[in-house]
């Protein structure tokens, strides 16, 4: 059973491009949440996603970032017109329908570098 | 003032030793209460949940104090592969929602040969 997927595992945008980042949950898992570690700092929330549905948005920065979870296909981060203060971990994770809130199972991250 | 808080470390210790973490959170409506690891540029890794009444798994003892908000971590006979950042975290109601977890910055351990 493979765990969380994320790709890319390393991302290198110039300042003003898009950056995109995938996620693909756990097989069977329905729940989606986006976590960025800034360096030397703790993992913070940024949104939780079901399938078609954001449920909770409220750590995603005002601007420039969105995210989606299609019916078919995998989780996106999008962020456009990327800037330094950008340049992060971005982990997802996952949990399965009706689990506990500690089962997130959490991916490899994409390290994004903004030039 | 943090919604978690740990002391950040490093923590330097010789193989075989005890080491003890703490973690004090703000919120008094807090649910939920782990113990996370994370190695060097990898993804977090569930350590063990933690319950008032503590629990233990193996080396590892985590206890939960409510009435102090606090929350700790024992790790005894401590190996060369417990270096690692342990995070707290915790999971604050937010927005209607009792699914984000709130993430400490995490206490950085090396045991020593």
């Known amino acids: 059973n493979a765990g969380v997927m994320q790709n890319p595992r390393h991302l290198v945008r110039r300042r003003g491009q898009e950056a995109r980042l995938r996620c693909s949950p756990m097989k069977g898992h329905s729940h989606v949440y986006w976590y960025r570690q800034l360096p030397e700092e703790g993992l913070k929330f940024m949104v939780y996603l079901q399938k078609e549905n954001i449920i909770d948005e409220s750590g995603m920065p005002k601007e420039r970032f969105s995210a989606e979870f299609p019916k078919e296909g995998p989780s996106i981060l999008r962020i456009q017109q990327v800037v330094r203060g950008d340049s992060a971990a971005y982990f997802c994770?996952?949990?399965?329908?009706?689990?506990?809130?500690?089962?997130?199972?959490f991916g490899p991250g994409t390290r994004l570098l903004v030039l | 003032r943090k919604e978690v808080e740990q002391d950040p470390g490093p923590f330097n210790v010789p193989e075989g030793a005890t080491v003890a973490f703490n973690c004090t959170y703000s919120n008094s409506a807090s649910q939920s209460f782990f113990w996370y690891r994370q190695d060097c540029r990898k993804e977090p890794k569930l350590l063990m949940s933690?319950?008032?009444s503590g629990n233990e798994d193996g080396r590892f003892t985590a206890q939960l104090n409510r009435a102090s908000q606090y929350i700790s971590l024992l790790i005894r006979d401590s190996k060369l592969s417990d270096s690692a950042t342990y995070l707290c975290?915790?999971?604050?109601?937010?927005?209607?929602?009792?699914?984000?977890?709130?993430f400490g910055s995490g206490t950085q351990l090396t045991v020593l040969p």
């Open positions: 975290v915790v999971n604050i109601p937010f927005s209607g929602s009792a699914r984000q977890l709130t």
């Open positions: 933690v319950y008032s």
């Open positions: 994770a996952s949990s399965p329908p009706g689990g506990r809130q500690e089962t997130q199972y």
